[in-house]
């Protein structure tokens, strides 16, 4: 009888305790609120100051709230003003409850980004690109490019906003900013910038190569943001179309197509660009001159004090002689200086002898040789020359120019190379044949030596 009379004054209390719940929106969520002894005592549902329900009467006129299973409180298709404290409270003398915190997980949503998404500059100017997302947690803003890489060189970077500084056409592009919060899908919005600059001129090859009767491209590469008229002039005459002059555009590409080039189309061109910000002007040289020359020899000669070298170049137009420049580099410190002083002796000496004129240049001097040549139709012609009287384990430095009817083409790249140093050689005692064709290692004789060839055979033949 004691132990029911104890039973009778016990006290409901809670089985669950109070919790927080991270909810995305559109979801369901129950409430639990167990209870051992409940008794006659009423549970009530609160939210504030809100009565939601009293013992088993839904009190809320909202209809996505309901009990189940018991006293737990269900809440279907949450939205955001659902967050907050909701209260389970049994009313004893002094109410005991239990809060549980209801928190909505919210996608990110971007609700701004900087002028509508299209934004122009003008070159030169900074410019800060803005985008503003809402959601819970709150988003993170991340910054890409498409197709490209940021200003910065980074392929992404965080924050609500980039501001690019010293714009220029390599600015402009789409950016795109993607919000994200883990709840959801990240959501991308995209800005288009327009960088607005005068026109910038980029040649193909402001030196052109043609002969006559064939066909010659002047090539201008044009960008200009608004897009520019483009004009073609030979010197200050303004060029048209006509049957052998043809103008052709492709994209941010203009070219001047010349048919059957004459001798009098040979000269100074330039491309105009125009817009409404600036006008810009490249010029281009169209030649009947040869193109430069390229060596094809090795670098490092097979013998002590002697070198073949070996060139190659492209002429529309036969090549009438050469001009072969070569002269020893010098050695820097004291010992370059004596080796200077020795060199300059040996240069004073040959020209009292009559041999090859030398010139001075950078405290070396170089050696000037004029190589005439059979004419040849062919485009691509070669050609080589046995350099003699080098020294041993030496660094050498020679240019070429080649010259047709049209004149002299500009000096060739600077090419080095390098004699033998002072071991033991095996000299081949054989007679090589000389002639154009010749390998850069091979071994030729020189008119002089063909000479002596020649005066030795017909004084045996006496």
């Known amino acids: 009888m004691g132990n029911d009379l104890n039973s009778a004054t016990e006290l409901p209390s809670f089985i669950t305790s109070g919790r927080n719940f991270r909810i995305v929106t559109s979801d369901t969520v129950v409430l639990p609120c167990e209870v051992t002894n409940p008794g006659n005592y009423v549970l009530v549902w609160k939210r504030g100051i809100a009565v939601l329900t009293a013992g088993a009467t839904k009190v809320s006129p909202d209809e996505r709230i309901r009990l189940v299973d018991g006293y737990n409180l269900e809440i279907r298709d949450v939205q955001t003003q659902d967050a907050g404290d909701y209260v389970c409270q049994i009313g004893t003398l002094e109410p005991r409850e239990i809060t549980h915190t209801v928190e909505i997980l919210v996608p990110p949503r971007i609700h701004h980004v900087s002028s509508g998404g ?117 010197d200050t005459l303004r060029l048209d179309t ?83 420049s070569f002269r020893k580099l010098p050695i820097p410190g004291p010992q370059g200086q004596q080796l200077l002083m020795q060199q300059q002796h040996q240069h004073q000496q040959q020209q009292h002898n009559g041999r090859r004129p030398a010139r001075r240049d950078n405290d070396t001097y170089w050696v000037d040789v004029v190589l005439p040549t059979k004419p040849s139709e062919q485009f691509h012609q070669e050609m080589w020359y046995f350099i003699s009287n080098l020294e041993p384990g030496a660094e050498y ?66």
């Open 118 to 234: 299209n934004m122009e500059v003008k070159k030169g100017a900074s410019v800060t690109l803005e985008c503003r997302a809402s959601g819970n947690p709150v988003p993170t803003i991340t910054w890409t490019r498409k197709n490209n890489l940021l200003p910065s060189g980074d392929q992404s970077v965080e924050g609500i906003s980039i501001t690019i500084e010293n714009t220029n056409r390599h600015h402009a592009g789409v950016y795109q900013c993607t919000a994200s919060n883990g709840v959801g899908e990240p959501v991308t919005q995209e800005i288009a910038l327009h960088v607005l600059y005068p026109p910038e001129i980029e040649v193909e090859r402001s030196w052109v190569h043609s002969g006559e009767g064939y066909e010659a491209q002047l090539v201008c590469i044009v960008h200009a943001e608004p897009q520019a008229d483009v004009l073609w002039y030979r």
């Open 397 to 462: 430095e020679a240019k070429v120019r080649a010259k047709n009817r049209f004149g002299w083409n500009r000096d060739s790249e600077s090419f080095k190379f390098t004699t033998r140093g002072i071991e033991p050689e095996v000299r081949d005692m054989g007679i090589m044949a000389y002639g154009p064709a010749a390998e850069a290692g091979d071994v030729a004789m020189s008119p002089l030596i063909m000479a002596m060839c020649v005066v030795a055979s017909a004084a045996l033949s006496s």
């Open 242 to 324: 006509t049957e052998r002059r043809i103008m052709e555009v492709r994209g941010s590409r203009h070219t001047l197509i010349l048919r059957k080039v004459q001798a009098s189309d040979f000269g100074n061109y330039s491309c105009v660009a125009d817009n409404v910000l600036g006008k810009t002007r490249q010029y281009l040289e169209l030649s009947g001159k040869p193109n430069p020359v390229t060596f094809v020899s090795k670098p490092v000669s097979r013998f002590r004090d002697r070198y073949n070298i070996s060139w190659a170049v492209n002429s529309y137009t036969p090549i009438e002689e050469y001009k072969l």
